[in-house]
C-alpha cells in the first residue's frame, strides 16, 4: 500500500489574537476600495485613519500624479516605501497603501510583520467600473484600465494573498465590506469588544 503523504502545512492566515494592539494595513488593487474602506473601518474602532499617498504627497508637496510625471515611478517608489516606514511607528491606527507598496518585498516584510494585513479583493469587473470614475491614476492614463488591472493582478495576487486577512470588496454598501472585516477580526479575539 502507498504511504499516506502528511499534507505540506498551510501557510499561516491567521491573524493574531492581539490585533487591537497593531496598525491594521489594507492592500488591494486599485479600485479595491482601500480609502472608503479604511476610512469607515477606522472610524467604527475609534481608530485614527491615514491614507498613504495623501501622506506621500504632503512629504513631496504635489500629487501622486505629478510625482510620476516628474520624477518617475521608482522615485514615487522610494518616497512610498519610506512613508510606510514611517507609519509602521506610533500609535495604532487603519492604514490604507497605494496598490503597489505591498509588492515591495521590503514593504511587504515590514507591514505584515508590524501590522494586521487585510486584502481588499475584488471582482475585475467592479476594480474597471470603480477606477472608471476617476482619471488621477498615473498607471491607466492613456491606457485599458481592464487590461492593465488584469496583468496586475495576475503579478499582484500572489503577493496581496500573503495577508493573513482576505475580504471581498463587492458593489454593495461599503459598511457590508467594513462588517466582514471587524466580523473576521473578531472571530480571533471574540472576547473582547472592540
Ligand atoms: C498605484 C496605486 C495608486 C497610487 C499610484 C500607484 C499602484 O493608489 O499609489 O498611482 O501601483 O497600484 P490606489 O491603489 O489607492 O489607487
Not at 2 to 20: F, G, L, N, Q, Y
Not at 150 to 175: D, F, K
Not at 181 to 191: F, G, V, W
Request: hydrophobic letters at 45%.
Amino acid at each position: 500500500m502507498k504511504p499516506v503523504e502528511a499534507p505540506a502545512s498551510p501557510p499561516d492566515h491567521r491573524p493574531a489574537a492581539d490585533w487591537r494592539g497593531r496598525s491594521l494595513v489594507l492592500v488591494g488593487l486599485m479600485g479595491s476600495g482601500k480609502t472608503t474602506i479604511g476610512r469607515r473601518l477606522a472610524a467604527r474602532l475609534g481608530w485614527p485613519f491615514v491614507d498613504a499617498d495623501a501622506e506621500i504627497e504632503v512629504a513631496a508637496k504635489m500629487s501622486v500624479a505629478e510625482i510620476f510625471a516628474r520624477f518617475g515611478e521608482a522615485h514615487f517608489r522610494d518616497g512610498e516605501r519610506r512613508v510606510i516606514r514611517r507609519l509602521m511607528q506610533g500609535k495604532r491606527k487603519v492604514i490604507a497603501t497605494g496598490g503597489g507598496a505591498f509588492v515591495d518585498d521590503g514593504t511587504r516584510a515590514l507591514v505584515l510583520d508590524k501590522a494586521t494585513v487585510v486584502w481588499l479583493d475584488a471582482a475585475l469587473e467592479t476594480l474597471v467600473s470603480r477606477v472608471s470614475k476617476r482619471n488621477h491614476r498615473p498607471l491607466l492614463v492613456g491606457k485599458d484600465p481592464e487590461t492593465v488591472l488584469s496583468e496586475l493582478m495576475a503579478v499582484r495576487n500572489p503577493l496581496y494573498a500573503e495577508a493573513p486577512i482576505h475580504i471581498l470588496s463587492t458593489n454593495g454598501p461599503h459598511e457590508e465590506t467594513v462588517d466582514r472585516i471587524l466580523a473576521t477580526l473578531r472571530a480571533h479575539s471574540p472576547e473582547k469588544d472592540a
